[in-house]
């Protein structure tokens, strides 16, 4: 560690009253990576870029933070990754380096738990992102060795026909802008980054005449705008986030005078409360996401119009998930490359080879646990999944027995009621997910269960009630009135076996989507991030 940096912040820190150091450093390194990023996209050879990557994230880990056993860390899960992946050849080795990569990070996890420093950035945030970029570049690697008949085309689209230079792995390992905090993606969007051959697409021309040629560009398009617009995006959440942090903590919710309010006001606590925990990380992924941007990393093509997209690995829509009005929503817009990691990577891989291609309740058990590793072995994260799924059945089945209500017979027209029931889908899936996302924070079964008790239990309540009225009879009473619905429509019972039909494919189409919670975050009850 540079001791000048230290003293710096550690003096800055204590003059505003911004609680651990290492929180604002981490803040600090994002926002340091902008000015970095306009000068990597600048650098002229591959070699340059590569070795700046490397350079800038070492300055980050070791000069910033002093995690030299972070570095031995993330060398071991590199080097490891790197050599299986290049001499075995067989059909194991991408789970070889799975449980290689996942079994290291769970180390790190445990001695985190085990040391229970909230106010020091350690390395398993780190690690996390970086378990997701080396179990992905282990299957590209198996996939570049395999018929393109017999892969996606996404898969085709990532497969790696030759194995990296060494220089070319390290710098996707150590890309500084996603380094500390993510987002994940995949080696080959790197290496078409590096070599430039990402923007070598055609530009949409505006004109529509048949003589006008599609324009080629080949350099890094400008990108300070549209990233300067996400970073003060990210900005804007972490100042909104100190504010409500400041109203709004676990710390009281958990002392006793949290129990002497009305338990109307405790149930309205949690929703701004549960909103404050969302804010940091609207914060730090959008500015990381910003600083991707400013890199190049951020393109993802044109739009039909003409327009460029920055759109490649954005990891958060906070419109999307605020507004969102059912469970499939509302996780969509949360996380969305880990999303994409355990559906590319550990659902379809899991099918491919135990389910023969259809993927059923083995990869969907396999995938749902990989999460739950992936995020810790703090009690907390368990309680909040094992809620989780039920309130994914749950909503399966208001989707497949109410909502038809608030549509035509035909299902083709709104009703004049189903803007109430948007209202209420919408209030009752916030309300839902913020009492949930509370031991998330909390981390300790005792007192996730304790907070939870002071709000009478009211999801876990509500779920018990809602299973038990559909199991027992709800749901054929639901379907009953739909058919005699549809006759009276004279659609009869094919219009609602068509509803059946549907559901069931919205379900499958569901577990093909397998989501996460995917918090990963260092320090996630420090006080700067609470």
């Known amino acids: ?25 981490l803040v600090a390194c994002i926002f ?49 990754t790197y050599g299986l992946a290049k001499y075995m050849k067989g059909g194991a080795m991408p789970w070889v380096v799975f449980v290689f990569v996942m079994g290291h990070m769970s180390i790190n996890h445990i001695h985190r738990q085990i040391i229970n420093n909230p106010d020091v950035v350690d390395i398993t945030s780190m690690q996390m992102v970086l378990c997701m970029k080396l179990s992905s570049f282990a299957w590209n690697i198996y996939d570049g060795r395999q018929s393109s008949s017999s892969l996606s085309s996404l898969q085709t689209d ?48 505006s004109s529509k005449s048949s003589s006008a040629l599609p324009k080629k560009r080949r350099r890094i398009p400008h990108s300070l705008i549209p990233a300067l617009r996400r970073g003060a995006e990210g900005v ?46 609207y914060g730090i992924w959008a500015l990381a996401e910003g600083s991707c941007i400013l890199s190049g990393l951020g393109f993802n093509g044109y739009s039909p119009k003409g327009k460029l997209r920055w759109d490649r690995v954005k990891n958060i829509s906070a419109r999307e998930f605020e507004l969102a009005q059912n469970n499939k929503a509302l996780l969509e817009a949360w996380n969305k490359n880990t999303n994409k990691w355990l559906k590319n990577y550990v659902y379809v891989r899991v099918a491919a080879i135990v389910e023969k291609g259809k993927p059923g309740f083995v990869s969907s058990l396999v995938t749902f646990g990989t999460s739950a590793v992936w995020h ?20 399966r089945y208001f989707r497949r027995y109410l909502r038809p ?14 803007s109430f029931y948007d209202i209420l889908s919408w209030a009752l899936t916030q309300s839902t997910y913020n009492y949930l996302v509370q031991p998330f924070i909390i981390l300790d079964v005792r007192e996730s269960l304790r907070l939870w ?30 058919k005699r619905r549809a006759a009276r429509a004279g659609k009869g019972e094919k219009k609602v076996k068509e509803l059946d039909e549907r559901h069931k494919k919205e379900v499958r189409e569901e577990e093909r989507e397998p989501k996460s919670l995917g918090i990963a975050l260092p320090a996630e009850t420090s006080p700067i991030l609470e």
Not at 462 to 468: D, E, K, T, Y
């Open 1 to 25: 560690m540079i001791q000048a940096i230290d003293s710096l912040f550690a003096s800055f820190c204590a003059k505003y009253g911004l609680g651990a150091p290492d929180n604002i450093k």
């Open 32 to 80: 340091a990576s902008y000015p970095l990023c306009g000068l990597l996209k600048r650098l002229p050879t591959q070699s340059t870029r590569n070795a700046f990557n490397i350079l800038v994230s070492l300055f980050f880990l070791v000069g910033v933070f002093d995690l030299w056993t972070g570095l031995r860390t993330i060398m071991i899960s590199s080097l490891g």
């Open 158 to 205: 990532r497969a790696l026909k030759a194995m990296p230079t060494l220089l070319d792995y390290l710098g996707y390992v150590f890309f500084f802008p996603s380094f500390m905090v993510g987002p994940s993606f995949d080696f080959a969007e790197y290496k078409r980054w590096l070599d430039l051959s990402m923007f070598d697409i055609p530009t949409p021309s």
């Open 236 to 281: 804007f959440w972490l100042i909104l986030f100190l504010k409500f942090a400041s109203w709004y903590s676990t710390t009281y919710a958990l002392s006793p005078a949290f129990t002497s309010l009305p338990f109307w006001r405790r149930l309205w606590y949690m929703q701004p409360l549960a909103f404050s925990h969302r804010l940091k990380y």
């Open 376 to 395: 810790g072995f703090y009690g907390g994260y368990y309680l909040a999944f094992g809620t989780a799924s039920f309130i994914q059945t749950l909503g």
């Open 405 to 418: 209500f608030f549509f035509t017979p035909d299902m083709s027209q709104p009703t004049p009621y189903k």
């Open 453 to 482: 008790s002071r709000l009478g239990f009211y999801v876990h309540v509500a779920i018990a009630v809602c299973l038990a009225f559909f199991n027992l009879g709800g749901a054929r009473w639901l379907n009953k009135k739909l």
